[in-house]
DNA sequence: TACTCTACTGAAAGCGCTGTCATTTCTACT
DNA sequence: AGTAGAAATGACAGCGCTTTCAGTAGAGTA
């Protein structure tokens, strides 16, 4: 701890002015002294200390990542994107997660409100008066992933979910004869799952597809939910020839191996799709057909939207939309020419 | 921004001295006084300025955490773990991974040097010289995560491996007749790797198991690489009557999946077992036996030990064991009484 | 009345850094 | 020689906070 630039000038022999400038690289300073001044910066091991320079430049070159959950591999590809992308560029990457019964207000605030991070990368499952409220006292640069505050400036990291549900369900309407497609989504309220399910009415309408008032299921993503509603409803499915579209590869695989617990298939009796491509889609018999999302690149667009940002506030609000990829597998049925 | 102690001060008519001694609860405040100031405070929306406190009080409430890698359901169960326990002790979370080839030193450095985290917990696959000297340079302080620096004074949260892997391997013995196991194993300079390694050697001799020369394959944690290895070899191993330990459970599945390629059926041709029971143990047909790793309690213990050491930095440094449980499934042919 | 306590509050000194402005030294030109 | 300008460096004022020390006022005591 404590050797400070004092310490350093006095062993270099020049004032702390010329110490900063070295470390600054601004200005002109004599190449000898600079030598000297570098010598004695390793010799002693110094590295500026981060608050008193926070103090002056109000910049800490922290940036933070408020998730609405860690679990699974779409956070943590995420994660990573972001903290590749900020060790590039020489920030460092705060994490947080909404923990239990906060949506998020609270944690965001904690985080945003100090001045401790130069800016804040949020993703938003669901936004509310709270969040909404909160996310407008923030006054430093603000990246939303995968959604949209009203009334509020920031920049903004979307996938093209709309395309890639688009392609895929007309691939199983198209080259699967798919006549039924039941919806295995997400919780009602999210903004994923409502985006999704517009343009599944959509893509339904336009092929004269039935959709009947209980083909769509609003569970919370994890495997185990969707195994257990797969062990009911799979011989229904399977006998009224449906096909499944889940919100994410871990229900899809649940559907699955629900299907094959009841002694059916996929997807002879019953084919399933996916969304996301994690590795679960491939690992999986036979393995998903799902749509390719760009994860670790959201979180890399999100830390470079937001340093563009800190480090020019002027600019305008950016909304970078990422595209997604219909990856066709096994487990829809269609003749696989695909690879991986 | 910007609305400062002073500010505060000045709406409640009283010095920067006391809305610093309301701030931190301490010395006495007249309790009108404290009012005024309180209520000066939430109408500006004051919130004080993390760098010029950290700048005095040298804490910053930041804890680091540094992983060899984010990829995967263990690293995000950790920092799930990690991220809980520090929000509920008031502590903010920075996580960084090792990229490409640095070996850790240089984020290391980075993160733990220039003062901006109290205390840093680094988890590292590998210990080599440059490592070391980082991590004794560090002057914070500093837990590892399973394994163990000697000559640099820490404290550490160690999985205890040895019993999971003994049970696990006993159990394949005794209960199952396995008489040839074949590890599909991490890096050979990898900690874990060796310590299981050892553990399997004094099973197999033991019980007088054989061990083969090419039995231990060293391979990286990927699904893909298992896959591969396991197409070669499936039949090899079946023909052998042989059991797979596999060092974590997508290697496991990618073990399973493999065989199922090459026509053979575990448990009947070829048993397999994982480790660390993340989900894919549960998401793969059979389930597989693996070993349970409390993964979201390492992070959190790492927490908690860095907490106390900041708050005691003269503690004597603990080593703190969790347990690992095995946990038996259908993989490994045994008959399977255990749930989930 | 004079003095001592107690209870509270304010003034001011930094924490380690950056950036402005002043100062010094040197070169070039009249 | 005298002067202007450029180049290099130093002195110093904060950034927003905590903390020490020094008041001040009122109550209690002799």
């Given at each position: ?12 022999n020049?004032?702390i ?6 470390l600054?690289?601004?200005n ?16 002693l ?22 998730l ?25 990457l ?15 605030a904690?985080?945003?409100d100090?001045g ?5 990368a ?11 409220a ?22 903004s990291?979307?996938?093209d ?5 688009v392609?895929l ?5 198209e ?19 409502i985006e ?10 336009e ?31 399977a006998r ?24 059916l298939s ?13 590795r ?5 018999r ?7 999302v ?14 563009q ?12 939309s ?19």
């Amino acid at each position: 701890m404590s050797v400070s630039i004092q310490d350093v000038a006095d062993r270099a022999n020049v004032s702390i002015s010329t110490v900063s400038r070295v470390l600054n690289r601004r200005n002109i300073v004599n190449e000898e002294t600079r030598k000297r001044v570098e010598s004695a910066i390793s010799d002693l091991g110094y590295s500026p200390n981060v608050f008193a320079r926070g103090l002056m430049l109000r910049k800490s070159h922290i940036l933070g990542l408020v998730l609405p959950d860690l679990h699974g591999e779409f956070y943590s590809e995420v994660i990573r994107g972001a903290n590749l992308r900020a060790r590039e560029l020489g920030y460092n990457l705060m994490i947080s997660s909404v923990v239990a019964k906060d949506d998020g207000s609270e944690l965001m605030a904690a985080v945003g409100d100090h001045g401790l991070v130069d800016g804040l990368a949020v993703m938003i499952s669901e936004v509310n008066a709270r969040t909404r409220a909160t996310l407008e006292k923030i006054k430093i640069p603000l990246v939303v992933l995968d959604g949209d505050v009203e009334g509020v400036k920031h920049d903004s990291v979307v996938i093209d979910q709309r395309t890639g549900v688009v392609a895929l369900l007309r691939h199983l309407i198209e080259d699967c004869q798919a006549r039924r497609i039941v919806v295995v989504g997400g919780l009602e309220t999210n903004i994923d799952t409502i985006e999704r399910l517009e343009a599944y009415r959509e893509v339904t309408d336009e092929a004269g597809i039935e959709v009947a008032a209980g083909d769509v299921y609003h569970l919370d993503y994890e495997y185990d939910t969707a195994f257990d509603l797969g062990v009911k409803k799979v011989r229904e499915w399977a006998r009224r020839r449906a096909f499944v579209f889940a919100a994410n590869d871990e229900m899809a695989a649940g559907i699955v191996d629900a299907a094959l617990a009841a002694g059916l298939s996929t997807p002879d009796d019953l084919p399933v799709v996916g969304f996301d491509d994690t590795r679960v889609a491939t690992m999986t018999r036979p393995r998903l057909t799902t749509v390719r999302v760009p994860m670790s690149s959201m979180g890399a667009a999100a830390i470079d939207l937001l340093c563009q940002r800190v480090e020019n506030p002027k600019r305008p609000a950016v909304k970078l939309s990422l595209e997604t990829e219909l990856v066709v597998r096994e487990s829809c049925g269609a003749a696989a020419v695909a690879k991986s």
